[in-house]
């Protein structure tokens, strides 16, 4: 099974080298690894250098863009130039983070996972990061969600969700998308990838509207925003997140800003979310 994995990186000299070392040692290499250097002014650029220049499967694009760093756009934006670089001959195209240590199966775990179901359109392991001298689970979400820094997906799968939305919220759009379009999600407990840059730790401050705004682009309306945003405040215990959050709602919905999903996959999104909230109740 070929993997193509493209990996966007914004100053990541401290990690980036440990991340495509991970990548070296699997024991199911990828066919291509392209990292993407966007707009870094650290030593990200030669670090990924040395590594190219043992490896023949791994490149580099030197893009620039700008120097705030932001989820979504500027992430997405960058993948699509590392994207456009490879042909098509992958069966999973990966998008990863540059502050990644994957352990040495994981490849090839996540390829068995793909080849056993044929149904199977995204899989991944989970996010573990270090506290205290001890790496634990980077509880944020769901076990059930893939996080964004550790993207897989079935080819197939990539093509029918329309590939990946330049906007935050982008790995939520696209695990509703797969679903609406009949595919299967994975989740590997046995997985654990070391994170070391917890997330959000340098984004932007103006990101925290965003995230309202995201919702909005789903289509969720305001009772499951509200919801939602609830519990996400909750998670990173700053409940004044709350109010950032509806606050990014409701300037999306009064600048009619144009939603990600259409009318008919919005409904599905809803659908979905009622049932998964419900069932969380025994309901």
Not at 27 to 36: E, F, H, N
Not at 85 to 105: E, H, S
Not at 137 to 152: P, V, Y
Not at 265 to 278: E, S, V
């Amino acid at each position: 099974m070929n993997f193509y994995i493209v990996i966007p990186a914004h100053n990541e000299a401290d990690s980036i080298g440990l991340t495509l070392e991970s990548l070296a040692k699997q024991t199911l290499l990828p066919k291509r690894v392209v990292v993407v250097n966007d707009h870094s002014t650290d030593e990200t650029q030669s670090i990924v250098e040395s590594f190219i220049s043992k490896y023949h499967w791994i490149s580099q694009v030197n893009v620039v863009s700008s120097d705030k760093h932001l989820p979504g756009s500027k992430i997405i934006n960058a993948f699509y130039k590392g994207y456009d670089t490879l042909d098509d001959d992958y069966d999973v195209i990966c998008k990863f983070d540059a502050d990644l240590i994957f352990p040495n199966t994981y490849l090839e775990t996540i390829s068995q996972h793909f080849s056993s179901s044929p149904t199977l359109g995204m899989a991944a392991g989970f996010c573990y990061i270090e506290k205290n001298n001890d790496w634990i689970l980077e509880d944020l979400t769901n076990k059930d969600h893939i996080r964004g820094a550790l993207k897989a997906y079935r080819k197939q799968c990539f093509l029918d969700i329309g590939k990946l939305k330049p906007a935050m919220g982008w790995d939520t759009i696209d695990e509703l998308l797969a679903k609406f379009y009949h595919w299967n999600i994975l989740t590997d407990d046995n997985l654990h990838v070391k994170h070391l840059k917890p997330t959000g730790a340098s984004y932007n401050k103006s990101s925290k509207y965003m995230q309202g705004e995201a919702m909005y682009k789903m289509r969720y309306g305001f009772t499951i925003t509200a919801i939602s945003a609830f519990k996400l405040a909750m998670k990173k215990k700053n409940l004044s997140l709350f109010n950032d959050y509806m606050s990014g709602y409701f300037k999306a919905k009064n600048n009619n800003v144009q939603p990600l999903v259409s009318p008919e996959q919005g409904n599905f999104i809803r659908k979905l979310r009622w049932k998964g909230m419900l069932k969380k109740f025994g309901i």
